[in-house]
């Protein structure tokens, strides 16, 4: 499969849970991104790879930890979400300065 | 500290119509202003960019730095121009992409 893709599509857990989302690109880009899309709000950048090294931290809570075992993978590991943090999470792939690839996001409501 | 505004949260012309869409923007370096769409039930894409001066089904949108704006014309809206366009920006030497909150366009038959 090519371009952007994110699994699972919806998630639905528990305040206590843990659980990950994941984005995989096949487009051979050296840079990744999470995004979060929140209602009425514009989106927010949260974490940024660029050939595996993370560099950029959006002030995000430690609640969510990214991990990017390689130029093709990135995940974002969730563990005691608040109801608040329930919001559609966008990856997206780029090679430095182009054009940003997205996913088509993972849902994830916070209970 | 860098932001993207797009004033109109929602937007509703005739087909054939004229439409602007607005973004204003702050910044204090030489911004890469973008435009992404997001069709129903599609996923987030590109529509253009400000350094490739190109029209994108018929739309065109010129960097005014004067103004900080980049607002999204087209002369004539069609139907299949229905959909969540954002307005994003890119400092000098990053990466990453800053939006706007978006502008629904209806494009009434």
């Known amino acids: 499969e090519t371009g952007v893709t994110q699994t699972p599509r919806h998630l639905v857990m528990g305040m206590t849970n843990k659980k990950s989302l994941k984005c995989e690109q096949h487009?051979?880009?050296?840079?990744m991104y999470w995004y979060k899309q929140s209602a009425k709000k514009p989106l927010e950048l949260m974490f940024v790879?660029?050939?595996?090294?993370?560099?950029e931290n959006n002030s995000v809570p430690s609640r969510f930890s990214p991990e990017c075992p390689n130029s093709s993978h990135l995940f974002l590991h969730l563990h005691t979400l608040q109801p608040e943090d329930s919001a559609l999470y966008l990856c997206a792939s780029s090679q430095s300065n182009g054009e940003l690839f997205f996913g088509e996001g993972s849902r994830l409501t916070v209970l | 500290a860098q932001r993207v505004t797009q004033p109109e949260k929602l937007l509703s012309v005739f087909k054939g119509a004229p439409v602007e869409l607005k973004c204003n923007y702050s910044y204090s370096g030489s911004p890469e202003l973008f435009w992404y769409v997001q069709y129903s039930r599609q996923r987030l894409q590109l529509l253009l960019r400000h350094i490739s001066r190109e029209s994108i089904k018929g739309f065109t949108a010129d960097l005014n730095k004067g103004e900080t704006s980049f607002h999204l014309k087209k002369p004539f809206a069609q139907e299949e121009d229905s959909a969540m366009y954002y307005c994003?920006?890119?400092?000098?030497?990053?990466?990453?992409?800053?939006f706007g909150t978006g502008t629904r366009l209806t494009v009434i038959p």
């Open positions: 487009l051979g880009h050296n840079a």
């Open positions: 994003a920006l890119r400092k000098t030497g990053a990466n990453n992409l800053f």
């Open positions: 790879y660029n050939f595996k090294e993370q560099t």
